[in-house]
């Protein structure tokens, strides 16, 4: 698999900006539906995109809005085939800073979107990509997770960030065991430094320093590369179980 084509239907977080957007405009442009869900209203977004673009406003970390998110793709599209998980938000405070001790809450908020919520994406369209009749290689779907390479070298001030990413890369594995028998993927994307309204928000210097830690290009990533990588993953069905890192050869030291 997988064939991307008129009939598949993608469910796509964090699809109102950077990573997420991009994956999103790629996956139409192959021809798929795609349920763009984010906590900033995507129906601007959808409406320039067209009619097989699903805008759905949810806050991963409340599963209310998950499941009734979830519900609003099958009711307009049939199923899910794919799910990319770009949702995320990087929180940045050091364990003892000027104003005291690290925030437990700012902690704690790190790990309900980027982990519990990014699980309950995952849990909730396995669960409708489990009824799919399967291809020829006998799979069901595909679901690609955002990590970040924080996962491996955090910065000063990203403790809760980088232990979020972590955990995305932690789930993976045990994620991909227990659906492989439904024949549903699962994989990570680490990505390094990408130029997104994420990067945008960084003081001028880190995002200078953004543009200089990759080995080669040395520039940010861009979203294009990202969507890239997320449809060639659909596309192989030889990739499971792993987390890519997108980086340039970027090692944040
Ligand atoms: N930009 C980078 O340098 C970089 C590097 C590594 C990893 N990442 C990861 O890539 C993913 C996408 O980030 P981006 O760079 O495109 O940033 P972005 O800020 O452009 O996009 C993130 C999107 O997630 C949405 N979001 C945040 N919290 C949400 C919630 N609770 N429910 C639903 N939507 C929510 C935001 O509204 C936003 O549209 C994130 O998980 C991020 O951690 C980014």
């Given at each position: ?11 796509v977080?964090?699809?109102?900006s ?10 139409l ?7 763009l ?30 499941q ?49 919520g ?29 990590s ?50 994420m ?5 001028d ?49």
């Amino acid at each position: 698999m997988m064939n991307i084509s008129g009939s598949t239907v993608a469910f796509v977080t964090g699809a109102a900006s950077g990573l997420g957007l991009a994956a999103a405009r790629a996956l139409l442009d192959a021809g798929a539906s795609v349920v763009l869900a984010d906590r900033d209203d995507p129906s601007g977004v959808a409406a320039e995109l067209g009619d097989r673009a699903l805008a759905t406003k949810v806050d991963v970390s409340e599963p209310d809005s998950v499941q009734s998110a979830v519900e609003s793709a099958v009711k307009r599209f049939g199923t899910v085939h794919l799910t990319i998980n770009a949702a995320g938000i990087a929180p940045a405070a050091t364990i003892l800073g000027r104003r005291g001790m690290h925030d437990l809450d700012k902690f704690r908020r790190a790990f309900e979107i980027n982990v519990f919520g990014l699980f309950d994406v995952c849990r909730r369209t396995a669960d409708i990509m489990q009824h799919n009749v399967p291809d020829e290689n006998g799979e069901r779907g595909v679901i690609i997770n955002v990590s970040s390479g924080a996962a491996w070298q955090g910065q000063r001030g990203q403790a809760a960030y980088a232990s979020s990413k972590a955990a995305v890369i932690g789930m993976m594995l045990p994620i991909a065991k227990d659906l492989a028998a439904l024949g549903i993927r699962v994989t990570s994307i680490a990505p390094g430094p990408f130029d997104t309204a994420m990067a945008a928000g960084f003081s001028d210097a880190t995002r200078a320093t953004m543009n200089e830690i990759p080995l080669h290009p040395r520039r940010m990533g861009r979203p294009q590369e990202f969507a890239d990588l997320a449809l060639h993953i659909v596309r192989n069905p030889y990739l499971n179980a792993t987390t890519i890192a997108l980086d340039g050869g970027a090692r944040m030291v």
